[in-house]
């Protein structure tokens, strides 16, 4: 009698545990900010400068998140995701690493701003993202 309950008990458990086991594989979060930002060339252009900025066809908006490494292939972990704020830590192996923040003005003009590493350089800028053109 007393052994029967016991292994009602341990199925019961398995049971519960068994929901956890099977349940969905946990999905990274959409990143709000970078949804709906027009694709074309982009003109980042440092606050404040009268340079022509850097250019870049942007097909993936994820790219303005790693500026500095390019299409490096980089890990990412969201810190901060709202639909006009994002911040994202990301570590591409050996090419460096970085933090990068973006604010969302319109679905063509952003606020950039990223630090880190880079080939074991430090980097830090501060850039106007805004949509220029076809590409």
Not at 4 to 10: F, M, N, P
Not at 15 to 31: D, E, K, N, R, Y
Not at 88 to 101: F, L, M
């Amino acid at each position: 009698m007393h052994r029967l309950k016991l292994i009602k008990i341990i199925s019961a458990t398995a049971v519960v545990l068994s929901g956890f086991a099977i349940a969905a594989p946990a999905q990274t979060p959409g990143m709000a900010v970078l949804d709906g930002l027009s694709q074309g060339e982009w003109t980042l252009t440092g606050r404040g400068s009268s340079d022509t900025g850097q250019k870049l066809c942007l097909g993936n908006p994820e790219l303005l998140l790693q500026v500095q490494h390019g299409n490096a292939a980089c890990t990412r972990y969201v810190i901060e995701n709202s639909p006009k704020k994002l911040r994202v830590r990301y570590k591409c192996g050996n090419a460096g690493y970085g933090v990068t923040e973006i604010k969302r003005e319109s679905s063509s003009l952003v606020q950039i701003h990223s630090q880190g590493f880079v080939d074991n350089s430090p980097f830090s800028f501060s850039v106007e993202g805004r949509r220029t053109g076809s590409c």
